[in-house]
């Protein structure tokens, strides 16, 4: 597929990153999403800003959706399908369960149209540098023909094959992701509660053979104690939590490492870091523990 027209529907973080990082690869990129700022915001950085997704659907022929639940998607697909145009590509790059990506892309078949299951591995941080894999699956032709698309916002794109197979490896990419970012709080917990400096623990665990690209993502916010630079909400990752829950449920697999996170992340939405990055588990582990910093570390958990 030539570099041309692309629409992006949701342009939040991830989102956001996408449509960015390709007007900077040279597409023309259409964009839409409900909030007026965010849409203020990528008109900015060089998005056509659609009046709403029928008129997105009318200027480009694939389409990149990124949404926060699964009643956006939903809504989307009607209003591609409500839009009359002809046949689309929609790379549906959100994490939900299988189910409800089937739901939407029956919706969007009956009108002609295809649907690929496109979930994305990394984080906000990782997209504003194209340092993101996609997992795609679904029809293998129209994967390949979207290689230089994917090209302008990842660095590596897989073909994983049957629809819902990349859902199937983001499930158990974020397994890990939650286990070790969690892990990576414990870690940093228990060398600064030992008398440690919080960026030596960062350099000496990024340096051994406890590192992970986790805890090098974020481990430097638990260093600064702070968690508004948000790279993942912890509002919106525990959608993510319990997509991954209820898959493991369906198909019996025990994951106790990840049942143990729960919990954590659990009580990082009630003490006030919903909307903070997902590496305010820290903050959450350094109050049990008693942790007190320094106030010249300065920093704003809030």
Not at 35 to 60: K, Q, S, T
Not at 183 to 203: C, H, N, W
Not at 273 to 298: F, I, N, P, W, Y
Request: a positive charge; proline letters at 4%.
């Amino acid at each position: 597929m030539a570099k041309g027209n692309v629409g992006v529907v949701g342009l939040g973080i991830m989102g956001g990153a996408f449509a960015r990082n390709l007007v900077k690869s040279g597409w023309h990129v259409v964009g839409y999403d409900v909030d007026p700022a965010r849409r203020r915001a990528m008109a900015r950085a060089g998005v056509e800003i659609a009046d709403d997704v029928a008129a997105l659907a009318a200027a480009a022929p694939a389409i990149i959706t990124s949404l926060p639940k699964p009643g956006a998607l939903e809504a989307t697909a009607k209003a591609i399908v409500a839009a009359r145009v002809r046949p689309l590509v929609i790379v549906e790059a959100s994490t939900f369960t299988i189910a409800d990506k089937l739901k939407a892309e029956r919706t969007l078949r009956k009108a002609g149209h295809m649907m690929l299951d496109c979930p994305i591995s990394g984080t906000g941080a990782q997209a504003k540098t194209k340092d993101l894999v996609v997992y795609a699956s679904g029809d293998s032709k129209a994967i390949r023909k979207l290689k230089p698309l994917f090209a302008g916002f990842s660095r590596a794109a897989h073909d994983l094959g049957a629809f819902g197979n990349g859902s199937r490896m983001k499930y158990v990419a974020n397994l890990l992701v939650a286990i070790n970012n969690v892990a990576s709080a414990e870690a940093m917990v228990l060398g600064i509660k030992a008398g440690l400096d919080p960026q030596t623990v960062f350099e000496m665990v990024a340096s051994g053979a406890g590192n992970s690209r986790v805890f090098e993502l974020r481990a430097p916010m638990m260093v600064k104690d702070r968690y508004d630079d948000v790279t993942m909400k912890i509002a919106v990752w525990q959608k993510d939590m319990a997509v991954i829950g209820q898959f493991a449920r369906e198909i019996g697999v025990p994951t106790p490492m990840f049942d143990a996170s729960v919990p954590v992340y659990d009580k990082a939405m009630k003490s006030g870091h919903a909307e903070q990055d997902t590496a305010a588990v820290c903050a959450v582990l350094e109050a049990m523990a008693g942790v007190k910093r320094k106030k010249s570390r300065g920093a704003s958990r809030r």
